[in-house]
T-cell receptor
Framework: ETGVTQTPRHLVMGMTNKKSLKCEQH?????MYWYKQSAKKPLELMFV???????ENNSVPSRFSPECPNSSHLFLHLHTLQPEDSALYLC????????????FGPGTRLTVL | AQSVTQLDSQVPVFEEAPVELRCNYS??????LFWYVQYPNQGLQLLLK??????LVKGINGFEAEFNKSQTSFHLRKPSVHISDTAEYFC?????????????FGTGTLLAVQP
């Protein structure tokens, strides 16, 4: 595997379910990000991790719980979601410095019933 | 706070015609600017970036962008588009320094290339 991978690619869940999204980067980067992409809205930065430490939580509801066990893996644990949480969830990684680009995974299309 | 405006939500254009996708940003400090492309069912891919130096930046797939500080713009251009260029294009500006690169994205412009 190369680049940034995300699993699963598609997920349908009920409001009472618990699920997790997984992201893995094979680029040796030290920073990882979760974004939410909804139709007709700008990408919303949710969380930022740098060297496994959370450096940004953009006022995300507690039903979204991130986990970063090491610099290569990032999880987003989901529980008691709402239908408005349906969106494309994108993971990205970068070498951290402000001038460096972020590399994105293909995303997980989440549908909450 | 920094922000990015992409005024055109959709730009229809015929194949082999030139195209310009507009991007304006607001910032009181030096910025780094990026254009990303998103094809259907895929993540975002970097087209080009402006860090410093020459204001005309060339990227992949024949795209280029010009940084204009006085107009706070970073418009994306291509002299002749192909059907395969149909995608969503996002302009982004970096937000500050520090240890991580926090990007602020525009709402995107859908480039629809017609035969």
């Amino acid at each position: 595997e190369t680049g940034v991978t995300q699993t699963p690619r598609h997920l349908v869940m009920g409001m009472t379910n618990k699920k997790s999204l997984k992201c893995e980067q094979h680029l040796g980067h030290n920073a990882m990000y979760w974004y939410k992409q909804s139709a007709k809205k700008p990408l919303e930065l949710m969380f930022v991790y740098n060297f496994k430490e959370q450096t940004e939580n953009n006022s995300v509801p507690s039903r979204f719980s991130p986990e970063c066990p090491n610099s290569s893996h990032l999880f987003l644990h989901l529980h008691t979601l709402q239908p408005e949480d349906s969106a494309l969830y994108l993971c990205a990684s970068s070498q951290g410095e402000v001038r460096n680009e972020q590399f994105f995974g293909p995303g997980t299309r989440l549908t909450v019933l | 706070a920094q922000s990015v405006t992409q005024l055109d939500s959709q730009v229809p254009v015929f194949e082999e015609a030139p195209v310009e996708l507009r991007c304006n940003y607001s910032s009181s400090v030096s910025v780094y600017l990026f254009w990303y492309v998103q094809y259907p069912n895929q993540g975002l891919q970097l087209l080009l970036k402006y860090l410093s130096g020459s204001t005309l930046v060339k990227g992949i797939n024949g795209f280029e962008a010009e940084f204009n500080k006085s107009q706070t713009s970073f418009h994306l251009r291509k002299p002749s588009v192909h059907i395969s260029d149909t995608a969503e294009y996002f302009c982004a500006v970096s937000d500050g320094g520090g240890a991580t690169n926090k990007l602020i994205f525009g709402t995107g412009t859908l480039l629809a290339v017609q035969p």
